[in-house]
DNA sequence: ATACTATATCGCCATTCGACGATTAACTAT
DNA sequence: ATAGTTAATCGTCGAATGGCGATATAGTAT
């Protein structure tokens, strides 16, 4: 039994690894911080009742409005939300299909 | 239907939702960089095998050596690898309990 | 004891991040 | 037209990150 040595074929990368990983690691940055995640986890529960967001997520995450706003932008970016104007204020959505995405990217590296 | 009126119990938070959400963006922040993610995808591979790692991870990654070592020690602080001595070599394994436990943080956020 | 190997740590640098206040932009309401 | 509200952007600051080479450490082998 090697309990050290690996076949050099684990280290294989196709294109599609290399770009899934890259993509996992994408989404995870944006998912490496608590507020963050608060946030994913307001709008993910916000989302069973069709609703979207207009109570005060500043005051609620005890930080300044242009941090939320950073904040906000990040997951945006990761296209973990959606955000649509519904004035005067932003309906601020969970994008469901990305969350799904990164749960079948770790899926992926759990059981390859 | 309100649009856009979620109720304040939307927000509220036990002490548990608090340190789930913390230990979850604490270990995507140790999976927010592709070759950490690409060094777990290779140790679980190898878990399989019930092998460890001896090849040489740094000329796979293109790193330097003490890069790679630096993301090593990133993710063995946040308990998704182990690293047990096995002269004159280290073994690091993957903790599949703790990239499970990850999963199902996810899943609670995806599924409230 | 000496040489060798593998890994961790140190020091340094450039870049990014997280936070804030202040300002701007877009839209409403009066 | 004016005032008010909401959110994005700007500028700034300190802290953290990612990278490297060089050095230190621990163990093996000769």
Redesign the pocket.
Known sequence: MPQCSPASSIFERTAEDVVNEEQFAAIA?AL?????VRIVAILTELETRNGC??S???TEL?????????????L?KAKLIT?E?Q??????RINSEQLARFSTLLAKIQAP
Chains 1, 2 share one sequence.
Do not use: F
Request: proline share 12%.
């Open positions: 940055k490496a911080h608590p507020a963050r967001l207009n005060d997520l500043v005890g930080l300044a409005q242009s941090t939320v706003s950073e904040h906000l932008r990040i945006k955000a104007p004035p005067p204020r932003m309906c601020y």
